[in-house]
């Protein structure tokens, strides 16, 4: 069961960062760790992936700790569409991505 | 638009009834996925082809019988279903079948038994 800890819930302000944490403490060396979000009445979509190094795309960014036992997601600028859950889910070559029960993120404005 | 594409969108079914969920991939990739998304509770993985062959059935109950035709299409067949059977289903894809590749879902289909 490959797990990872996220809190249930974070809030935001509109245009403020967010950085959503993840621990990950029994991760191995070759497992990736994904993130994905869910809005409301969508299915997941893709965020951001990585293994060792810190990650940027369009969409986020993802700092991973140097022991790989956490990691976290930020969004440099929040918005109200980025109101979701966001999962983070350990990629094993193995197995498939299980779903946790996610952070619930709420934007304000 | 995902490429991944699902439907109906919404089934309201009774549970003596017999009907079918449809997803269809555009993505030229090689493995579909079935999850389950109740209230309240994380996505459940269902099942998984992999080159239209079935690779995991996560202890579905059989009144639930998918089938892959070719790698694009995947259909989930609902038959005396109950009513806590009721949630999202969610249709996904992934160039591979393991745990390192980007997973594709589909906006998913509202089921509700009665």
Redesign the interface.
């Known amino acids: 069961d ?1 797990k990872t800890t996220q809190p249930n819930s974070m809030e935001s302000n509109e245009e403020e960062p967010v950085h959503l944490p993840c621990n990950h403490s029994t991760i191995s060396g070759t497992d ?1 760790i ?1 993130w ?1 979000r869910q809005l409301p ?6 965020v951001i ?1 990585g293994l060792t190094s810190n990650v940027n795309n369009r969409m986020a960014s993802l700092a991973i700790a140097e022991d790989r036992k956490s990691s976290t997601l930020i969004l440099h600028r929040a918005t109200l569409r980025d109101a979701a859950v966001y999962y983070c889910i ?13 952070t619930i993120l709420t934007v304000h404005p | 638009e ?1 490429g ?1 594409t699902q439907t109906p969108r919404h089934l309201v079914m009774g549970m003596t009834n017999k009907k079918s969920l449809k997803c269809e991939q555009h993505l030229g990739h090689n493995a579909m ?1 079935w ?1 389950k998304q109740s209230a309240k509770k ?2 459940e ?1 269902m099942f ?1 082809y992999n080159f239209k062959e079935q690779t ?1 059935n996560n202890s579905v109950p059989s009144r639930f019988s998918p089938e892959c035709p070719n790698s694009s299409h995947l259909f989930l067949h609902l038959h005396t279903l109950q009513p806590e059977d009721s949630a999202l289903y ?1 249709c ?1 894809s992934s160039q591979g ?12 289909s509202w089921l509700t038994v009665v």
């Open positions: 490959a990736y994904h994905y009445s969508q299915g997941p979509e893709y992936h350990r990629g094993t070559s193995y197995g498939k991505l299980t779903f946790g029960q996610g | 995902t991944v996925y999850y994380p996505l993985l998984v995991e969610l996904a079948g393991n745990g390192l590749d980007t997973i594709y879902f589909g906006e998913g």
